[in-house]
């Protein structure tokens, strides 16, 4: 029998597993099926996939996550009026925990777009439901209780490259060293792995992979599954930051069939900022990661289809009047009635020989819980001077033994007051401007020092440096719409509505780009304004724009006018 689990958070557990009253579970049965199930039945295995919520109306089921070294732990047992499951029932990904019938059990069963339709129709009902679903997520990512299992060596740039895969995509998951942990020696002697192969992932459903690329886990997983290709959506958005599911949120809101893509994560770059404190309605602030998940999660809610990591790599020309289609990676492909870019910018990279050997183990591009562990008590060096490097080096201070920042330009010029302020109060950041990079030492793919240098003088600094965080802005990410018909400007970036040539004397359309039914929101977007705030503005602007493109191309089903 599973070991029952120290509480995940006393002060929100009747959050985290709220019972139904009488009259709530009434009104919820008529989104479900009734089912019933014997002592002792399965009801859900870790990995099964499309179960929605159950709730329970009578009998006993033991939630049974994954303990230390493997073993079951009872997480908590549900009795009537209790509801099983967490945000994968969201979308009918496969479930993350077990559960089994302690007694016979009578429920009723919601699969997920029934439960969506719940959260929407019963909006008291569905704030209870929604809340514990997240919390339930947070309390399995803080316990790893569930989800795949990674073995290497912490420190290994493929291990950091998949937790942070995972940790960036809110998956639970585990990471075990075989180095120190006698489980993880186990599992590579009962696979026969050898050191090379590493790192190994042994995923929920027994499947096990080697040192597998993002998309593998994915799959493996079931964050990610195959799109129909001859399903046509309203809109196709590629691109998950904040513009993009600012769009996703309102477009589906508003009753649109959308399909949102990404080749990493969710949340772009603003979803690695360690904290946002001048976002609109957050006093206290709020790390990047917390607000994109919360509209990733709202966005399913509305029944967006979120197919992450999937890499849109070709617009092709269409027929005036066709829909479009876009060619993805793995030589998949998504159809859609118009599509909105919203793929951002890429880090910019130095441009020092050697740079890449060390990345993913020495050099970063964002500053999460995961590179504060890893380069704790040591010193680092963070370059650049915007309000993202601003942020990292707050966060970075709380962490490190010193944090030495590096700009061109003094901060005032490129920096919030509130965030100069803050650094300079911290004792152990030193500021150097102006100052640039001119040499990275090591060797293995390990980083021993950083060299930088004074550009009016000369004089170059050396310092044993084991990490370098790199925010030296980014580029635009339009490279795959060549041969799109979408133009773009001498920078990459798109011009939209009025910035494009009026031909005809046609007026265009507000973010639409040169090519009709095409549009582009946010950091991508030529002329826009590089805020978090700002890009859902645009996200929110662009769903009025595409409502009236639908319109003049086609019939829409009847719906009701969003007043939000």
Known sequence: MAAPQPPLDDARHDQRFPTLSAAETARARRFGEARTYPAGAAIVRAGEAGHGLTLI??????????????????????????????????????????????????????????????????????????RALILRRVGLIERGAAGPVIVGHIGDPDVLRLVGFLSRNGHPHQTLDPQTDPEARALVDRFSVEPGQLPIVLCPGGQLLRNPTEGQLARCIGMVGPIDPDRIYDVAIVGAGPSGLAAAVYAGSEGLSVLVLDCRAFGGQAGASSRIENYLGFPTG???????????????????????????????????????????????RARARAVVVATGARYRRLDIAGHSDFEGASVHYWASPLEGRLCAGQEVVLVGGGNSAGQAVVYLSTQVKKVWMLARRPLEATMSRYLI?????????????????????????????????????????????????????????????????????????????????????????????????????????AGSVKRVAAGVGEGAQVVAALHAYLADTGPLPNREPSHA
């Open 286 to 332: 709020i790390s990047g990661m917390a607000l994109m998940a919360r509209a990733y999660n709202q966005a399913q809610k509305f029944g967006v289809e979120m197919a992450i990591p999937d890499e849109a790599v070709r617009l092709p020309p269409s027929e005036t009047g066709a829909p479009f289609t876009l060619e993805l990676g793995g030589d998949q």
């Open 57 to 130: 109306l009578s009998g006993a089921v033991d939630i049974v996550g994954r303990g230390e070294g493997g073993a079951p732990e009872l997480i908590v047992t549900h009795g009537p009026g209790a509801f099983m499951g967490e945000l994968a029932q969201l979308s009918g990904r496969p479930s993350l925990v077990d559960a089994t019938a302690v007694s016979d059990v009578e429920a009723v069963v919601l699969p997920p777009e029934r439960l969506r339709a719940l959260l929407v129709a019963e909006a008291e009902m569905g704030e209870t439901i929604m």
């Open 421 to 525: 302020d803050r650094i300079r109060a911290q004792p152990n950041v030193e500021v150097v401007t102006p100052a640039e990079i001119s040499a990275l030492e090591g060797e293995g793919g390990v980083l021993r020092a950083v060299r930088w240098r004074d550009p009016r003088s000369g004089a170059e600094t050396a310092r044993e440096i084991g990490h370098l965080f790199l925010f030296i802005g980014a580029d635009p990410n339009t490279d795959w719409l060549a041969g799109s018909e979408v133009v773009v400007d001498a920078k990459g970036f798109i011009p939209t509505g009025l910035d494009l040539d009026l031909r005809a004397g046609v007026l265009p359309r507000p973010m639409q780009t040169s090519r009709p039914g095409v549009f582009a929101i946010g950091d991508v977007r």
